[in-house]
């Protein structure tokens, strides 16, 4: 496989990664037990050969162990590629939220030395703090980016006039929230606001943790480490009612020779230029499969086909549980 995935620019901003990032949190915590680091580290700079540039973490991810793992393994490809992290969760106390202008600073320090490197391209407000005004929040990331030590400034699962106020203090690169053909609320408000002013959309899950893959069915069982079961979309029963996603994109994969995944991640990229989703995985088959889903030609026809017939699907169960829903502060 060659190693000239397209690339694209996330907004009005020059930071132009490829067309498919990584999300690498699985790689240390959250789908069940770890997988082994020596492979995960060969994996990341397989990623890197394949021509993947874009690769996602967060200090909270472990906590620490996932930031230490690219820190590992992308160092000696620095230059050519892009990482962002995020902060805002405050992995000292009880897990709440922290985005204290004087957190965020001790945060970027640490995550420099344990990503090896002296400049975060891309630094993500994980969720948005109630207790802190977002113009306090762009105002340290500003400050960061003076001094030369953070590139871009973003922000996960804000809303609209939270966008608009941090965008007012420091631009706002990229935004990344949950975006998938089963969790379409970003097309309302969220992508519209994005597309006025200029910033990027970086959708994480895109395969719907794994569900739109179609390798998640009613006899699939998580580890009790998988945080999967607590999501109440993948319950049992729900999976029976949303199987119907699956099919669809199915359908579609078997007319164009390809996966339900690689649709999934095409109908993504095909909704607007400057949308780079990051599909996560632990396992070179899959990330070859999600690369070459930027091979796949999607017509206007093929597209108007999957939006007719998912508005006609009713997704069954919340995308999180009760309590990690209060952490998604719209």
Known sequence: MDTTIQK???????????????????????????PDKKEMITLLQ???ELGITFFDTAEVYGPFINEELLGEALSPFRDKIVIATKFGFDTMGDAGLNSRPENIKQVAEASLKRLKTDVIDLFYQHRVDPNVPIEDVAGAVKDLIQEGKVKHFGLSEAGVKIIRRAHAVQPVTALQSEYSLWWREPEAEIMPTLEELGIGFVPYS???????????????NFDKTDFR????????????????????????????????????LAWLLA????????????KLPRLIENISATEVELTSDDLQEIK?????????????SEGSAKMINR
């Open 8 to 34: 694209r620019k996330l907004g009005n901003s020059n930071l132009e990664v490829s067309a498919i990032g990584l999300g690498c949190m699985g790689m240390s915590f959250s789908y069940g037990p770890p």
């Open 46 to 48: 397989k990623a890197v």
């Open 206 to 220: 895109p395969l719907g943790k794994g569900f739109l893959t179609g390798k998640i069915n009613e006899n699939t």
């Open 229 to 264: 079961n607590t999501v109440p979309r993948l319950s049992l029963e729900n999976r029976k009612a949303n199987q119907a996603f699956v099919d669809l994109l199915a359908a579609i994969a078997q007319r164009k020779g390809t996966t339900p995944a690689q649709i999934a």
């Open 271 to 282: 909704q607007k230029p400057w949308i780079v989703p990051i599909p996560g995985t632990t």
């Open 308 to 320: 007719t017939a998912a508005s006609k699907i009713e997704v069954q169960g919340d995308r999180y």
